[in-house]
């Protein structure tokens, strides 16, 4: 199916998935069909997501799902905001922004076949991981015992990277980050001791996670060195 054909099956479908979500309301909400607007912010999110199923045969369609995936994800959770009529849901929910743009960063490195796309999805995918459980329960001081996540998610995206384009200056750079983050964590370790909540088990499992990530790059396999090249002999 063309590009075009696709985007007018998609708008024309959000036409009447729209005319039929308002028709339903009408009939089953007591005319308040109005608590469903926010059907267009995820018929907009998945207008956006769609060309990225693109990226297959054309690489360039694959960056649609980096704005895509978060509109959708923005769509859903206004939704269930007004259909509980809960405005609390967009408080306990808006890390899931943080957490769908680093799925549509990591979709995006698929379907565009970039894997550089993994360092940012990384990245952010681990600050959205640390936001919801900080959001969630209440533990902002997380950060004084977690910042070495920073460079472990570089360390990680780099690895990635080290393992599609066998580049060894890229894994050295990813065997740094975590050294540096092991050392971090161990430090962390030993603050977290006196911390009488959950925390105090967070850096030593982090500790021990950095520590698996380093003794598994023993089994990390790179690409075999290029052959020194022979110099060439003259004949006379």
Avoid: Y
């Avoid at 959770?77 to 922004?97: D, H, Q, T, Y």
């Amino acid at each position: 199916m063309k590009p075009d054909r696709t985007i007018s099956l998609i708008l024309g479908l959000g036409l009447v998935g729209i005319g039929a979500i308002s028709l339903a309301g009408n009939l089953f909400l007591q005319l308040e069909a109005w608590r469903l607007w926010p059907v267009l912010v995820v018929l907009l999110g998945l207008g956006l997501t769609a060309p990225g199923l693109w990226g297959l045969k054309r690489p360039g369609f694959g960056s649609f799902f980096i704005p895509g995936i978060p509109l959708l994800a923005t769509g859903l959770i206004l939704m269930a905001s007004s259909l509980l009529n809960r405005p609390g849901v967009w408080a306990a929910a808006w890390p899931l922004e943080v957490l769908a743009l680093a799925l549509g960063f990591c979709l995006a490195a698929i379907f565009m076949r970039v894997p550089a796309l993994a360092i940012p999805a990384i990245i952010i995918g681990t600050n959205g991981l640390l936001l919801a459980f900080c959001n969630l329960t209440g533990l902002w001081q997380a950060w004084a015992l977690l910042w070495p996540a920073e460079p472990l998610s570089v360390g990680l995206g780099l690895l990635v990277l080290a393992f599609f384009n066998k580049s060894h200056g890229t894994r050295v750079a990813a065997v740094v980050l975590f050294f540096v983050a092991g050392g971090g964590f161990l430090v962390m370790s030993f603050f977290s001791m006196f911390n009488g909540t959950i925390l105090r088990f967070a850096a030593p499992f982090m500790l021990i996670l950095t520590g698996i990530l380093v003794a598994g790059l023993s089994f990390f396999k790179q690409g075999a060195a290029p052959l020194p090249s022979q110099p060439e002999t003259v004949t006379e």
